[in-house]
């Protein structure tokens, strides 16, 4: 058994005991978004790439080890991830299916280097992977003339990638949904492919692709419209990277702020702007938040953010927010219940079909702590004055939901037990030290 102050874990679970809330400084683990796009640049890239905190997940290890498989030599060492990039057509085939876990990212983005290729690839995944949709990363790569064949019903995994007949051609894609991960495999694609890719977007969401392929060089005009990808035909230059902390990782944990003059500050973090979406709705809900931005590298802006105190207003997400938010919503959820405050999420349907159905999983935890929610197909309404109540509940395997619990669980007096934590190694192995680390009696 391992003790902290504020968790203790047992195998799969966690113990809390609350009320507890967050102050000091810490730096958030490096960015797995920003991770997994700057290995798999770095290994299309001519030459020795360094990348520094490169984080311990468990997503960014599949695709590290997808990419060894495709022949990319990467060394580890104390100070940095090493890659030897092989160019844009330097990948070799794998010798068996390339197991992405858990990863979506790892899986949407891989498909859409392995389209490019000229010799026959296999993706596949867990339990959970398997069952989440595909079509929408497979019909505009297919559009490109990629040779795509899903396995699982609706167009789930595991993938097969056959080499066509000839290059792909750029393709002139609308997105249904803003996806981030989506748009990432067409551009990915695209730098290979022959003729303009150009991509047309219908919100603001995560820019970390473009940002980064810009930064190396690679031709991508931007107007109100969407963007466009010129291909490129040489690879580009080697580059080092200091991956910054995690924005994301940093939501539980400001979901529930001591009051000032106290606050949480985490330092050496991401300030992508299509990432700080979720930080002004903590304004907007009353919370005192301040941020400073102090470097950028690959067009990737870091520096410190300061969170102090909880929600004072309603929270509600809908629209381009939901899309913009999509991974802070279990957080913000958990965050509104604990201050008290109504909170209302809507457009969420793709909540649905994360690491599991979000909008029931986090309807099934808000109530066991003790809040009165009302559910639909896309949308949650969380009433105002939760009594919350110590609770024993389960992760149901979503990372995201085992942290929401233990902030809920951090907010609640008494003992409570959040099952299957697990899953957390995923996005955040020191999730628990963290808490501990920062966590003291309210």
Known sequence: MHRN???????????IRGPLEFAGTF????????????????ALASGRCALGNLPESEDVLRTRLGLESLGVPIAIDARACRVRGVGLRGLTAAGDAIDCGNSGTTLRLLLGVL?????????RGDASLSGRPMRRVVAPLRAMGAQVTCFGADERPPLAITPGSRRLRGVDHQLSVDSAQVRSAILLAGVAAEGVTRIRPVSAARDHTERMLRSLG?????????TTLVPVQVPWSAFSFAIPGDLSAVAFFAARTAAPPDALCASAVGLNPGRMRFVEILADAGVEV???EQRSELCEPSGTLRVAGVMQRPLRIAGADTVRCIDEIPALLAGAVAAGVEARVEDAAELRVKESDRVAAMTQLLRAFGAVVHESADALHVEAGARLRAAHVHSRGDHRVAMAAAILAAATPGDSVVDGVRCVRTSYPGFADDFSRLARAR
């Open 290 to 292: 301040t941020w400073e």
């Open 27 to 42: 730096t958030p683990p490096g960015d797995k978004s920003l991770a997994h796009r700057a290995l798999l640049l770095a």
């Open 218 to 226: 690679v031709e991508m005009p931007r107007d109100p419209e969407g």
């Open 115 to 123: 389209a490019a290729q000229s010799f026959p690839s296999e993706l």
């Open 5 to 15: 102050a504020g968790i203790q874990v047992r195998g799969d679970c966690w113990h």
